[in-house]
């Protein structure tokens, strides 16, 4: 079975196209294309940030994102949200318009194996 880190990584190179510093610069099947994305698995957590971030938000949210644990599977205990996201959301807040996360489970063969927090 595929891990949650790789279920993760597959979904964000299908999801997004880069620029030359791993930075999301569009979304492959239309769309928004969103100011941060975490993907939390057993293994630990991955994140992209937007090409338009300013580096000092950047800085920011990858000190509290580097911060999270992975994410329990299979019952462990209760699914609760990253610990910081709400202060990563505040960082991500731009002007009048709020930043507001959704969550996505990963499922691979049947299995949820990570999720995705987006943040348009």
Do not use: H, Q
């Not at 997004?16 to 957590?45: K, Q």
């Not at 580097?66 to 609760?80: D, N, Q, T, Y």
């Amino acid at each position: 079975m595929v891990g949650g880190l790789e279920a993760i990584l597959a979904e964000l190179g299908e999801r997004f196209e880069y620029d030359t510093n791993g930075r999301i610069t569009g979304v492959r099947a239309g769309g928004v294309s969103p100011r941060f994305v975490l993907g939390r698995a057993a293994e630990g957590c991955v994140w992209r940030f937007s090409a338009n971030l300013e580096p000092d938000r950047v800085d920011a949210v990858a000190r509290l994102a580097g911060r999270e644990l992975g994410f329990p599977i299979a019952g462990e205990k209760p699914v609760l949200p990253p610990e910081r996201l709400v202060m990563i959301e505040r960082l991500l807040t731009s002007g009048d318009v709020a930043a507001e996360s959704r969550r996505e489970m990963l499922v691979r063969e049947d299995v949820e194996v990570a999720e995705l927090w987006t943040i348009d």
